[in-house]
């Protein structure tokens, strides 16, 4: 039975650091995962997630707000975009991504991460 529930990103579940620049704090709420990823400036997932995930490229797919800061996503098609505060974004599987600038791009993310950036 689900029951109500009501948790915070300042007390996680589960801490996940990046190999550098960056951690991805995880809530379980009653079995669906919801993650706050801090990507510091100089983050770029193949360099500080893909030795964790030992993948080429990400192969989660992610459903995110951007909170803070600003991020660019490289698709394995070529495809290419960019994600700032108050964009909502639907990332799939087969991609690289890096921080813009000179801020910590912040995002809650809603997808599919139950195994995101996890030994």
Same mark, same amino acid.
């Given at each position: 039975?689900?029951?109500?529930? &009501?948790?915070?990103?300042? $007390?996680? /579940? *589960?801490? %996940? @650091?990046?190999?550098?620049?960056?951690? &991805?704090?995880?809530? /379980?709420?009653?079995? +669906?995962?919801?993650?706050?990823? +801090?990507?510091?400036?100089? !983050?770029? !997932?193949?360099?500080?997630?893909?030795?964790?995930?030992? +993948?080429?490229?990400?192969?989660?797919?992610?459903?995110? #707000?951007?909170?803070?800061?600003?991020?660019?996503?490289?698709?394995?098609?070529?495809?290419?975009?960019?994600?700032?505060?108050? /964009?909502? &974004? %639907?990332?799939? @599987?087969?991609?690289? &991504? !890096? +921080?813009?600038? $000179? *801020?910590?791009?912040?995002?809650?993310?809603?997808?599919?991460? $139950?195994? #995101?950036?996890?030994?």
């Amino acid at each position: 039975m689900h029951h109500l529930q &009501a948790h915070t990103f300042s $007390d996680p /579940d *589960e801490t %996940r @650091p990046f190999v550098d620049k960056g951690k &991805a704090e995880m809530i /379980d709420l009653d079995g +669906t995962m919801v993650g706050c990823g +801090t990507f510091e400036p100089g !983050w770029r !997932w193949s360099e500080h997630v893909k030795p964790i995930a030992g +993948t080429d490229s990400c192969q989660i797919s992610h459903i995110g #707000y951007i909170v803070s800061g600003r991020m660019k996503i490289h698709m394995d098609n070529q495809e290419e975009f960019e994600v700032g505060p108050g /964009d909502i &974004a %639907r990332i799939p @599987p087969g991609h690289d &991504a !890096w +921080t813009l600038g $000179d *801020e910590p791009c912040k995002m809650v993310d809603f997808g599919e991460i $139950d195994t #995101y950036a996890k030994r």
